[in-house]
């Protein structure tokens, strides 16, 4: 999963990124995972209180994003809290500016 890729992929698979990730099939695919895991992250192994990030374990790009096994695959997806999707995402330098977004409680997806 990636929401602040800017630049990384063309603006065509950010549209279709959009429309996935607000699609019937990844939400029910998101919300097992969240049901299955229950809520706790597979990083850090903490109970998550805030934003639950189901991120792909393989990341979807424009050669694979029409492959069903891999966007819709819960084999290939794991349940984060935000400071570890940040850190795995963007890197430890980026954080901070992330836990504005945590602390308004935005929901990402
Ligand atoms: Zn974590």
Not at 8 to 35: I, L, M
Not at 48 to 71: C, F, P, Q
């Amino acid at each position: 999963m990636s929401f602040d890729n800017q630049g990384k992929h063309p603006a065509w698979f950010r549209e279709w990124q959009k429309k996935f990730y607000n699609s019937k099939k990844w939400k029910k695919v998101r919300d097992d995972v969240r049901d299955e895991k229950k809520m706790r992250c597979e990083k850090c192994k903490k109970l998550i209180r805030g934003i639950a990030i189901v991120d792909h374990v393989i990341e979807l790009n424009v050669d694979n994003y029409t492959d069903e096994s891999i966007t819709l695959n819960k084999e290939n997806t794991e349940l984060l809290c935000l400071p570890c999707h940040n850190r795995k995402t963007f890197g430890s330098n980026e954080i901070d500016k992330f836990d504005v977004d945590e602390k308004r409680n935005v929901n990402l997806f």
